[in-house]
């Protein structure tokens, strides 16, 4: 396997690093079930994306592998998602049937969020035609290595259960599990660094 190259996005990386994350998501379970219409979800799913890790850009902790193949949109201590454009855009796009079931899972994924400053990956995604390469575990790597560098936790919501032993092997433990209604779990974790 060759080695991955990771660097931070710049400004003429973010639409590759929303089209790669909106790709990757394509078959996630919670994403799918916000946005079941195909055609919805190619429409909204970019925004989605902008408004859960887009603060990042500005801080320079957008990480993408070489020829933007997979991404990862980490928010350091102190900076938080758009959250009023995510319900904005759950309110106005995601099936009305689900619409309370969605702010429920934002409740309560809001009271796993640890109140020690930590850092936040709201998004890693890979493009399904290079899974399985080490792209999402070098993007890891190469965050955690930082949180270790300031002793600072690292904190995700795995929203697809195919992913939490990848997230467990780089040392997030399960927190709980947040459900509402009919919605699939999402995994909590966190890590304290090394």
Known sequence: MSTVEVRSANVQDQQAVIDVITLAFGTDPMARWA??????YLAIMPETVRAFGGNGFAHGTVHLVDGGAAAAMWLPPGV??????LAALSEQHAPPERLADMMQV???M???HPSE????LPLIG????????????????YALEQCDRDKAAAYL?????????????H??????????GSSPTIVPMLRRPR
């Open 157 to 169: 919501e795995s929203s697809n259960p195919r992913n939490v032993p990848l997230y467990e092997r």
């Open 80 to 85: 938080d998602p758009d959250s009023e454009r």
């Open 126 to 141: 890979v493009d399904p035609a290079c899974q399985g390469l080490g792209h999402g575990s070098a993007l890891l790597r």
């Open 171 to 180: 040392g997030f433990e399960v927190m709980g599990g947040i459900q509402a």
């Open 117 to 120: 400053p930590c850092w936040y």
């Open 110 to 112: 809001g009271g796993y």
């Open 106 to 108: 934002f409740e309560q």
């Open 35 to 40: 946005y079941p219409n195909p055609a919805t």
